[in-house]
């Protein structure tokens, strides 16, 4: 997505956010512009991505909007963003649960924090991820979602472990790539 800024030229929405840049230690070393982090050779920054599930053992996956800079159209597991400096990741977890998907807290009790790994990937031609990401799981009770069609594609409740069990029966879904090492490092 494109807004104007004042002299009127189209920039990317990214370009008026920042992000936190972290060392490999997840340990702050200021805030970066966010479309620069994501440019160029990038700035490695602080990220989550959040894994929803239900009571069946089901992962709720998220395809990402054809307006993402990066992975559009790719399916995520559910949520990913990044916290604002000084807020928490289950802070930014919640938040994008409520922004993405319409899920308010009294529909989960048990966010938590499960992992952190540190990750860089190029998108062909567009940009990069280079993050501290942290995992994050909940499941829900209530599973009645509100997804904002700007940020989510299509949704699609998956049998967690047949998922990892079986990559090549999904292949044609083209996963986050953080979302595939958050999946693979769960079940190591």
Known sequence: M????TAGEETHENARQNVVAVDSDDVEQGVVNRLEAHTGDGVRHRAFTALVFDHDGRIL??????????WDTYWDGTVASHP????????????????????????YTDLRLTDKFEYKRYY??????????????????????????????GLLWVPYERL????????QLRLCPWFE???RRDFE
């Open 61 to 70: 996956l998220a395809q990402r909007s054809p307006g993402k800079r990066l």
């Open 124 to 153: 062909p031609n567009e940009g990069l991820e280079w993050e501290v990401c942290s995992v994050l799981k909940c499941t829900l009770d209530d599973t009645a979602l509100d997804p904002d069609e700007d940020e989510v594609a």
């Open 181 to 183: 090492i958050a999946m």
């Open 84 to 107: 604002v400096e000084g807020q928490t990741q289950e802070e930014a977890t919640e938040e994008r649960l409520a922004d993405e998907l319409g899920v308010q807290p009294g529909q």
């Open 164 to 171: 990892y069990d079986n990559p090549k029966w999904y292949r």
């Open 2 to 5: 494109s807004v104007q800024d």
